[in-house]
């Protein structure tokens, strides 16, 4: 053999090379199943929340040091409103919403929740959101968004968009002339909304203030208009204001609203309320309450409305029918709950009330008068022991000296008492033209003393005034039906007569 030298290669070279390439191997097989893991998830995770079609928005939490109260439930209930325009999509209305994280189970059914968290650092706004199944807990999606505090308007459309896309729904668009309202109007408009969604009677003041400094800010702000005049009509009836005082300038407010932007639909439902309430135009309400229906499927308080129309005119499975549509949708809501039973009573079915005036008084334990309606449908029903016990708890607490005093009188005279009722129906006669009167009210107690010519006295007076309970007056079991009289009341506004309710 020549002298060439041969090089002979390492046993373990050949080893190494192969323990490398298997780890190589087992990573890349755990980073695709993984991958796999995460895409199966995900895919998942889209097919479920593509079968949602009942979705509860929770309450965000503030989690900004020394927060405003108001900011959080107010940016929650916009995203809602901004939903209650996507079709095939059912949403827990605002009264239950804000109540559902303070119940106990069982709460009202939606398939799944979105529960956020707000912050605001500097200029800054950060939302970041969930969306869980309802029935088992799983995570269907999480989100967060990062915007110029200035932009919210901006901010809770595209967080709304987001959550459209999620379960695959169709949200309508905004008109593509309205820009977003100004920065400084959004705000204002937001904590009126908020103290409006309270439904506390003593915060509707501070709701129309802010409401109108939105309008200010910002002339063109149509939502803001539309709620003034909604916050404006339900001052006058929570008796804050006379009828012939402020309804004017709440018609003014809901047709600058419908002006600016005929296919808002808060704009037609605010133009609805005012036609029912104060100008008794059955045919122009019936078609705001229609279109804002369309515009609004999924808003409760349309539904609810609809049905105080078709409580207007005497067709009361028709109005129950909408108030069960609205039960559903908000199904915590007091005010909706006390509709359904003064349905029920209209209907003289005072039994099946009973459940519904429970839950308001349930629902709102502070509100007296929830409280003295139930003692009224107690007193409708027969359970006279009842309403008496209602009654004394109402004396006791201190609600009755929060009550009209009409509608105490007329409680304590159906249970035995009727001294006080017609000393305060005498008095009231002679009360000066600038007090707060509910005059059918006194049309009730006059009915409940059977001073017939006192009730159609009350009567007229109300229609003067253009009270705004008065278009549910002939459905009361205490309205004198059988008196000719009462047609012609009818006739004078312009509503079904006895025969064709």
Same mark, same amino acid.
């Given at each position: 053999?020549?002298?060439?030298?041969?090089?002979?290669?390492?046993?373990?070279?050949?080893?190494?090379?192969?323990?490398?390439?298997?780890?190589?191997?087992?990573?890349?097989?755990?980073?695709?199943?993984?991958?796999?893991?995460?895409?199966?998830?995900?895919?998942?995770?889209?097919?479920?929340?593509?079968?949602?079609?009942?979705?509860?928005?929770?309450?965000?939490?503030?989690?900004?040091?020394?927060?405003?109260?108001?900011? $959080?439930?107010?940016?929650?209930?916009?995203?809602?409103?901004?939903?209650?325009?996507?079709?095939?999509?059912?949403?827990?209305?605002?009264?239950?919403?804000?109540?559902?994280?303070?119940?106990?189970?069982?709460?009202?059914?939606?398939?799944?929740?979105?529960?956020?968290?707000?912050?605001?650092?500097?200029?800054?706004?950060?939302?970041?959101?969930?969306?869980?199944?309802?029935?088992?807990?799983?995570?269907?999606?999480? $989100?967060?968004?990062?915007?110029?505090?200035?932009?919210?308007?901006?901010?809770?459309?595209?967080?709304?968009?987001?959550?459209?896309?999620?379960?695959?729904?169709?949200?309508?668009?905004?008109?593509?002339?309205?820009?977003?309202?100004?920065?400084?109007?959004?705000?204002?408009?937001?904590?009126?909304?908020?103290?409006?969604?309270?439904?506390?009677?003593?915060?509707?003041?501070?709701?129309?203030?802010?409401?109108?400094?939105?309008?200010?800010?910002?002339?063109?702000?149509?939502?803001?208009?539309?709620?003034?005049?909604?916050?404006?009509?339900?001052?006058?009836?929570?008796?804050?204001?006379?009828?012939?005082?402020?309804?004017?300038?709440?018609?003014?407010?809901?047709?600058?609203?419908?002006?600016?932007?005929?296919?808002?639909?808060?704009?037609?439902?605010?133009?609805?309320?005012?036609?029912?309430?104060?100008?008794?135009?059955?045919?122009?309400?019936?078609?705001?309450?229609?279109?804002?229906?369309?515009?609004?499927?999924?808003?409760?308080?349309?539904?609810?409305?609809?049905?105080?129309?078709?409580?207007?005119?005497?067709?009361?499975?028709?109005?129950?029918?909408?108030?069960? #549509?609205?039960?559903?949708?908000?199904?915590?809501?007091?005010?909706?709950?006390?509709?359904?039973?003064?349905?029920?009573?209209?209907?003289?079915?005072?039994? #099946?009330?009973?459940?519904?005036?429970?839950?308001?008084?349930?629902?709102?334990?502070?509100?007296?008068?929830?409280?003295?309606?139930?003692?009224?449908?107690?007193?409708?029903?027969?359970?006279?022991?009842?309403?008496?016990?209602?009654?004394?708890?109402?004396?006791?607490?201190?609600?009755?000296?929060?009550?009209?005093?009409?509608?105490?009188?007329?409680?304590?005279?159906?249970?035995?008492?009727?001294?006080?009722?017609?000393?305060?129906?005498? $008095?009231?006669?002679?009360?000066?033209?600038?007090?707060?009167?509910?005059?059918?009210?006194?049309?009730?107690?006059?009915?409940?003393?059977?001073?017939?010519?006192?009730?159609?006295?009350?009567?007229?007076?109300?229609?003067?005034?253009?009270?705004?309970?008065?278009?549910?007056?002939?459905?009361?079991?205490?309205?004198?039906?059988?008196?000719?009289?009462?047609?012609?009341?009818?006739?004078?506004?312009?509503?079904?007569?006895?025969?064709? #309710?």
């Amino acid at each position: 053999m020549s002298g060439a030298s041969v090089k002979i290669a390492s046993p373990t070279e050949p080893v190494v090379h192969s323990h490398r390439r298997l780890w190589v191997s087992i990573v890349s097989a755990l980073i695709t199943v993984v991958v796999l893991f995460w895409a199966s998830a995900s895919w998942r995770a889209r097919v479920a929340s593509a079968q949602i079609r009942s979705l509860a928005v929770l309450s965000f939490a503030d989690l900004t040091p020394q927060h405003d109260d108001w900011f $959080a439930p107010a940016l929650t209930a916009e995203i809602v409103d901004r939903l209650a325009g996507a079709q095939d999509l059912q949403l827990i209305g605002h009264a239950s919403a804000l109540k559902l994280k303070s119940l106990p189970a069982p709460q009202p059914a939606a398939a799944a929740t979105i529960e956020g968290t707000v912050s605001r650092t500097g200029d800054r706004l950060r939302i970041a959101l969930t969306m869980t199944r309802a029935s088992d807990g799983y995570r269907l999606w999480s $989100a967060h968004f990062d915007r110029p505090a200035r932009d919210l308007a901006g901010a809770i459309e595209d967080i709304a968009a987001a959550i459209a896309r999620r379960v695959q729904v169709r949200m309508a668009p905004l008109p593509a002339h309205r820009g977003q309202p100004s920065a400084e109007a959004y705000p204002e408009y937001l904590q009126g909304r908020y103290l409006f969604d309270r439904a506390v009677p003593g915060d509707l003041d501070g709701a129309q203030q802010h409401l109108q400094q939105a309008t200010a800010a910002d002339p063109n702000f149509v939502a803001a208009w539309a709620w003034l005049s909604i916050v404006r009509e339900y001052r006058v009836a929570a008796g804050m204001a006379r009828p012939n005082q402020a309804m004017p300038a709440s018609r003014d407010a809901a047709e600058r609203a419908v002006a600016l932007d005929p296919q808002s639909g808060w704009a037609q439902l605010a133009l609805g309320i005012v036609n029912l309430q104060y100008d008794w135009d059955w045919a122009g309400a019936r078609q705001e309450f229609d279109r804002a229906a369309q515009s609004l499927p999924g808003s409760a308080l349309v539904h609810q409305w609809s049905g105080r129309w078709y409580q207007s005119q005497g067709r009361m499975n028709e109005a129950l029918a909408e108030t069960e #549509r609205a039960l559903a949708l908000d199904p915590l809501s007091p005010s909706i709950s006390s509709d359904a039973a003064a349905q029920y009573v209209s209907l003289n079915q005072p039994d #099946r009330a009973i459940p519904f005036a429970q839950k308001a008084v349930d629902f709102d334990p502070a509100d007296p008068a929830a409280r003295a309606r139930l003692a009224n449908v107690y007193w409708l029903a027969g359970q006279k022991d009842q309403a008496r016990q209602m009654v004394d708890a109402l004396r006791t607490s201190g609600g009755a000296a929060k009550l009209p005093p009409a509608q105490w009188a007329s409680l304590e005279a159906r249970l035995g008492d009727p001294d006080d009722a017609r000393q305060l129906l005498d $008095a009231a006669e002679d009360l000066p033209d600038d007090q707060l009167l509910p005059a059918v009210e006194y049309a009730r107690l006059a009915a409940v003393l059977e001073d017939w010519d006192r009730v159609f006295s009350w009567t007229e007076e109300a229609f003067g005034e253009r009270d705004l309970d008065l278009p549910y007056w002939p459905g009361s079991p205490l309205a004198p039906k059988s008196d000719p009289r009462f047609d012609a009341f009818l006739a004078q506004m312009n509503l079904p007569s006895t025969e064709t #309710r």
